[in-house]
């Protein structure tokens, strides 16, 4: 009877282990069902965060492509503009180069002005000392004339300025 006690102890403790265990395993497996559920639901939010996202991307392409296209337009009227601040610039210096050279020969200009004043001056000058000169020579030659002419003669009186000889 001892064997049958022992037996059924024995079976009994054996049937307690497996029962023990079995239980372990059915915990082991609700804890890994709630696991694989809880990463599903996380699995799935996630993937309802990425069709956001798509959805969001795909209104954003359009708003970047406009955007392209305005910062394109923009890059051109930029270029534009400095090639055009180029070309005003080279007018500027052309006219700068212009004005320098204008007022280069203004300068010159002036200058001769002012040596053809000078010289008009002086060729002035010495015109009336040749006139003045020549005033003499032919007041020194009438004298000369009239002190070699006969003084009797009308003709020689007039050209000496003695008169016509009737009143004197």
Do not use: W, Y
């Not at 239980?23 to 709630?34: G, S």
């Not at 993937?47 to 956001?52: M, N, P, R, S």
């Not at 305005?70 to 052309?94: M, S």
Request: with cysteine; glycine share 6%.
């Amino acid at each position: 009877m001892k064997l049958i006690i022992f037996l059924s102890v024995a079976s009994f403790a054996v049937m307690i282990v497996m029962v023990a265990q079995a239980l372990r395993q059915e915990m082991r497996r609700k804890n890994a069902m709630n696991s694989a559920k809880d990463k599903a639901i996380q699995i799935e939010r996630k993937e309802e965060v990425i069709e956001e996202m798509k959805k969001v991307m795909k209104g954003i392409g359009p708003k970047l492509q406009s955007v392209i296209q305005l910062t394109e337009g923009l890059k051109k009227k930029k270029d534009e503009a400095q090639v055009e601040k180029n070309a005003v610039e080279e007018r500027l210096n052309t006219c700068n180069k212009e004005r320098e050279e204008i007022e280069k020969t203004k300068a010159e200009v002036t200058e001769s002005l002012g040596k053809l004043k000078n010289d008009h001056g002086e060729a002035k000058e010495n015109a009336q000392k040749a006139i003045e000169d020549l005033k003499q020579k032919i007041l020194n030659r009438d004298s000369a004339i009239c002190a070699l002419v006969d003084q009797t003669k009308a003709e020689a009186r007039k050209l000496c300025g003695l008169g016509d000889g009737a009143g004197n």
